[in-house]
């Protein structure tokens, strides 16, 4: 549906947000802005200390809290009601076009129009919570591409063939922690984007990582030498810790 908005459409649905934000903070003091401000940080405080029982407690209640904030808030609130009516407007327009297309046109398509394609198993499924890890023995390297909620992600490119090509690893995740392992033969490209959190990258340490991105390269990365990796990441909250093996 989304990709059939109209730029205008989708900016002045985000122009009508940004006001309605700006009237709650200037004539409501905040509103449930405040509130939730207040539920994202004990959101946060629960998740560094989650490994205890008491902060896994904290950061259920504080995500909880946060997610009813936000609900609340006038901009989501006429984001939500402007989505609904949208695919509401957007399935009547994709039901009458379904009546006027010819149902043996894909049946009908010649043989020089089709193309022979191989299902390919990802390495590793997208989630929405839990940890996810590459396998302990030897395994096929395929290309990464996964999102999740929660959760911690172990990548071991010690325990592969890396393909005589730029192997792709594409992690994108709201909180959790992202390990990646590499051999000391390979050349590496990353670019780690976060929100809250810290990164350690080949003995590089940056301690407080807060609405930054980072990018490296190995030395000799651009000289097409290979194998090599390129390492994408993005997360809300949490650290990244690429090393060698």
């Known amino acids: 549906?989304?990709?059939?908005?109209?730029?205008?459409?989708?900016?002045?649905i985000l122009i009508i947000g940004v006001i309605l934000l700006a009237v709650e903070v200037f004539f409501f003091r905040g509103g449930m802005i405040v509130t939730a401000f207040i539920a994202g940080l004990i959101t946060y405080f629960g998740w560094k200390h989650f490994n205890r029982?008491?902060?896994k407690v904290i950061f259920w209640i504080g995500l909880a809290w946060l997610v009813f904030s936000v609900l609340?808030?006038?901009?989501?609130?006429?984001?939500?009601?402007a989505c609904i009516v949208l695919f509401i407007l957007d399935y009547n327009k994709s039901r009458k076009l379904?009546?006027?297309?010819?149902p043996n046109r894909f049946q009908n398509a010649s043989e020089e129009d089709s193309e022979k394609l191989v299902k390919v198993e990802p390495l590793?499924?997208?989630?929405?919570?839990?940890?996810?890890?590459?396998?302990?023995?030897?395994?096929?390297f395929r290309d990464i591409n996964i999102h999740s909620l929660y959760g911690d992600k172990i990548i071991d490119l010690g325990n592969t063939i890396l393909p005589d090509d730029v192997a792709v690893i594409s992690i994108r995740q709201l909180v959790g922690n992202i390990v990646i392992y590499v051999p000391y033969d390979v050349e590496v490209s990353i670019h780690h984007s976060s929100v809250f959190g810290r990164a350690y990258i080949f003995g590089e340490f940056n301690g407080s990582l807060v609405n930054k991105s980072l990018q490296y390269e190995t030395?000799?990365?651009?000289?097409?030498i290979l194998p090599r990796v390129k390492i994408i990441t993005s997360l809300i909250s949490g650290d990244i810790e690429v090393r060698r093996i």
Do not use: C, H
């Open 219 to 224: 030395e000799r990365y651009g000289e097409n």
């Open 124 to 140: 590793i499924d997208s989630r929405l919570f839990g940890e996810e890890r590459t396998d302990d023995q030897p395994y096929k």
């Open 98 to 102: 379904k009546e006027r297309l010819n």
């Open 1 to 12: 549906m989304f990709n059939r908005l109209s730029t205008n459409t989708v900016s002045w």
């Open 72 to 81: 609340n808030t006038l901009a989501v609130r006429f984001i939500l009601v």
């Open 53 to 55: 029982t008491t902060g």
